[in-house]
């Protein structure tokens, strides 16, 4: 078999996945024009065109300086103190949320006894605890925190317990007629098992930790992209405002493709996060 016969199926293969990209990404390139064009006729201050939303986020949020891994001195100012309490707060609600829904999952009446409360917890808009929080924790990155924390808890909570409970009664079964002991049945057969349904509460939680994030930093923080965007809507600066906006769903894309890359590699056993649904043997 020659060089090229090897190289050719790899660059065909290079070619089709430009072709899809180009394929997804033509809506998203024609509402750009769409909106340029609209913003450009009716001259509104409130929506800028395209062009300048560009303009002000590269000359906002980049800089040419390498030594600044060519961020700009506003981005560490209002993007890493966001950064850093969402951070805590889906951390430690990662954290407890796994380690109670494992435990009431596997204690059936601390399952029983806590199910009430955590479905009361789920009803409540963690946003209409604001107020309280700010009584509480004051104009402080607690309450950031905390409201964070609050809102990703139930997701990754309740994902947990039924990811638990749903484990596969043959595997269970096979497990105690082995006589696992308790460290090898939950490394072998709880923890893989209940994993999949793990990674999807952490997932639904990084979106609502980005939400709870902005909405708190609007109304109580003095440094944060939810406080940058308040500035700017009050000194009118209206394409400063969309590059916050802009910024904020690149994150969001970062945060979930990083997410789906971990769950790749770690549940590449499990056929449901695999691109062709098949089964590894």
């Known amino acids: 078999m020659s060089t090229n016969d090897v190289t050719r199926p790899s660059l065909v293969g290079s070619a089709l996945a430009v072709g899809r990209g180009v394929r997804s990404l033509w809506l998203l390139a024609l509402l750009l024009v769409v909106w340029e064009v609209a913003a450009r006729l009716a001259g509104s201050l409130f929506i800028p065109p395209v062009s300048q939303i560009f303009v002000a986020f590269v000359d906002t949020w980049l800089s040419s300086s390498p030594t600044s891994l060519f961020l700009s ?161 009050r000194l009118f600066r209206f394409p400063e405002l969309w590059s916050a906006i802009v910024l904020l769903a690149l994150l969001g894309i970062l945060f979930n493709a990083v997410f789906a890359l971990v769950e790749r590699l770690l549940l590449s056993w499990h056929r449901n996060v695999r691109p062709d649904g098949a089964e590894r043997h």
């Open 73 to 233: 001195e506003q981005f560490r100012t209002d993007v890493l103190p966001s950064l850093v309490r969402l951070g805590l707060g889906y951390g430690t609600a990662a954290t407890v949320g796994i380690c109670a829904g494992i435990l009431i999952g596997v204690w059936r009446p601390a399952g029983a006894f806590f199910n009430p409360l955590i479905r009361l917890g789920m009803s409540v808009p963690v946003t209409a605890l604001l107020p309280i929080a700010i009584v509480v924790f004051g104009i402080t990155s607690g309450m950031n925190v905390f409201l964070i924390g609050l809102g990703c808890l139930w997701p990754i909570l309740i994902n947990t317990y039924d990811g638990v409970r749903g484990l596969d009664r043959t595997a269970v079964t096979a497990a105690k007629s082995l006589r696992l002991t308790r460290r090898r049945y939950f490394l072998q057969v709880l923890l893989p098992g209940a994993s999949p349904a793990i990674f999807a509460g952490l997932r639904i939680s990084i979106g609502i930790a980005l939400v709870l994030m902005v909405v708190s930093e609007l109304y109580a923080a003095t440094a944060g992209l939810g406080f940058y965007i308040v500035n700017q809507q």
